[in-house]
T-cell receptor, first 113, second 113 residues
Framework: DTEVTQTPKHLVMGMTNKKSLKCEQH?????MYWYKQKAKKPPELMFV???????INESVPSRFSPECPNSSLLNLHLHALQPEDSALYLC????????????FGPGTRLTVT | AQSVTQLDSHVSVSEGTPVLLRCNYS??????LFWYVQHPNKGLQLLLK??????LVKGINGFEAEFKKSETSFHLTKPSAHMSDAAVYFC???????????FGAGTTVTVRA
């Protein structure tokens, strides 16, 4: 099974709300990623977890808070977002770095009002 | 540092005709190279990858790509386009000891009936 699942598919939230995005994989991958993708652009890396520890934070604002409860799950907690944070949020996973391909989930379409 | 240039932002083909998507890369070291496809409102799907084995790589759905080190190119081809090939295609580079991917800007493919 080469599937990465993400919930919810769509999310609309106000600027004062707190919400969470969830990602799950059962491929035994030890690296998991969050990306942000704006329309007609390639994905931009936000965070990387390796063996459940935060390995890379691409200077993401603190209103985005990642969490990796176990090797299969990845969450992204959202608080006090801005309208410009509206985007497609993609989760991915891989066995490791470099030559290992990343498998992407279908994404969560986030709209901040 | 590495970078990726997709030479065409948009390619339009007739159904049943060949598709060529061009990608050039620059890298200080031997890279791994990937092609991903993204259909509207979907996540990214891996088409194929090159990791220093055969220079001609076969992927899913009839796609293949040829790695040419002397030209630093990794062009993607398909002999006969299908309507379902309409999507955005990303050429991607990664280095051996890196979790980060370098994405090209993407090529949008439209297929005319």
């Amino acid at each position: 099974d080469t599937e990465v699942t993400q919930t919810p598919k769509h999310l609309v939230m106000g600027m004062t709300n707190k919400k969470s995005l969830k990602c799950e994989q059962h491929m035994g991958h030890r690296a998991m990623y969050w990306y942000k993708q704006k329309a007609k652009k390639p994905p931009e890396l936000m965070f990387v977890y390796s063996y459940e520890k935060l390995s890379i934070n691409e200077s993401v604002p603190s209103r985005f808070s990642p969490e990796c409860p176990n090797s299969s799950l990845l969450n992204l907690h959202l608080h006090a977002l801005q309208p410009e944070d509206s985007a497609l949020y993609l989760c991915a996973s891989s066995h490791g770095q470099g030559s290992y391909e990343q498998y992407f989930g279908p994404g969560t379409r986030l709209t901040v009002t | 540092a590495q970078s990726v240039t997709q030479l065409d932002s948009h390619v339009s083909v007739s159904e049943g005709t060949p598709v060529l998507l061009r990608c050039n890369y620059s890298s200080s070291y031997s890279p791994s190279l990937f092609w991903y496809v993204q259909h509207p409102n979907k996540g990214l799907q891996l088409l194929l990858k090159y990791t220093s084995a055969a220079t001609l790589v076969k992927g899913i759905n009839g796609f293949e790509a040829e790695f040419k080190k002397s030209e630093t190119s990794f062009h993607l081809t398909k002999p006969s386009a299908h309507m379902s090939d309409a999507a955005v295609y990303f050429c991607v580079v990664s280095l051996l000891n890196d979790y980060k991917l370098s994405f090209g800007a993407g090529t949008t493919v439209t297929v005319r009936a």
